[in-house]
């Protein structure tokens, strides 16, 4: 079978994981939806434990190539590499996972007042596209070396500026590098070839993987709050509850009172608890989720 071709409406579905810097955190995301993987001597194609789908390791630029291309039907990608390949896929889940910028950099000492120097300028990047759109609308008198990794080496004997991603910005500092421009956000997203997404069999086991991914990742932002309170302060106590939809509320042994549930953000526990004791809850207790299908 060739690129762009499609089998047949029970062949399995093909998905791409990624190879390197993504794969950890995508493969515990597999894991945790209950979703095995195992490798063995042939660890480009690994068997999961999800009937219908067949798996192969791919770098994540090939990836974004091969569903652009329809030998991939999904795959694990990141943001950057489909906009700079100008790829014609369908997100399907935003992981939020591994998140990076790509940024233009350039030495301190070549800068003033944060901007680049008013001459011609070498720009190195692995991202060619992303480069040349960034330089275009930053009207920069620049030449663009394309680079084959380690771009922060470059300047500043080999180049005035790069164009690279950075997550903490620990590289960039380290090589004594400042950023001058921010071109773009970018995560570990799950996309499909548009023509595996037009096919209803195909979708539906698409929207299947889906659902088990992103409970995961509602889960992780998610912890489960208990509280017991007296009839008087329930509903101070529900006021400021923030649930999915309304909390689970059951009486207490003698009518002593009730036990209030709810799946609340993790990042409001800081805020939650102390106002939740004002208003007269006790025994607290907060519980880490799975899963979360709403």
Not at 126 to 154: C, K, M, N, P
Not at 180 to 198: C, E, F, G, H, K
Request: hydrophobic share 45%; net charge neutral; with cysteine.
């Amino acid at each position: 079978m060739t690129p762009n071709q499609h089998p047949d409406a029970t062949a399995p579905l093909r998905l791409a994981l990624p190879k390197g810097r993504m794969q950890p955190a995508v493969f515990q995301l597999l894991a945790d939806a209950g979703i095995a993987l195992r490798q063995g001597s042939r660890e480009y194609r690994p068997t999961l434990d999800l009937p219908g789908f067949e798996a192969k390791v791919l770098k994540p630029q090939n990836i974004v190539e091969m569903l652009h291309l329809g030998s991939r039907d999904l795959g694990f990608a990141g943001a950057d590499w489909v906009r700079e390949l100008g790829a014609d896929l369908v997100e399907v889940l935003d992981t939020g996972l591994d998140p990076v910028q790509i940024v233009a950099a350039a030495p301190r000492a070549l800068l003033a007042a944060g901007r680049l120097p008013a001459r011609p300028l070498v720009v190195a990047s692995e991202y060619t596209e992303l480069a040349r759109a960034w330089i275009r609308a930053a009207g920069l008198d620049a030449t663009l070396a394309r680079s084959y990794g380690a771009t922060e080496v470059f300047p500043p004997e080999d180049a005035d500026c790069i164009v690279d991603n950075t997550a903490s910005g620990a590289t960039l500092r380290a090589n004594d590098l400042e950023v001058v421009a921010v071109l773009m956000a970018s995560t570990t997203r799950l996309y499909a070839n548009p023509r595996a997404w037009a096919r209803p069999e195909r979708r539906a086991a698409i929207d299947r993987l889906a659902l088990l991914l992103g409970s995961v990742l509602d889960a992780r932002r998610r912890v489960m709050l208990e509280v017991n309170v007296a009839p008087e302060r329930l509903e101070a106590v529900c006021a400021i509850l923030p649930c999915m939809r309304e909390p689970t509320i059951a009486p207490l042994h003698g009518d002593a009172g009730y036990a209030v549930k709810a799946a609340v953000p993790r990042a409001d526990l800081p805020r939650l608890i102390p106002e939740i004791k004002a208003r007269g809850g006790t025994d607290l207790v907060v519980s880490q989720l799975a899963q979360i299908v709403s």
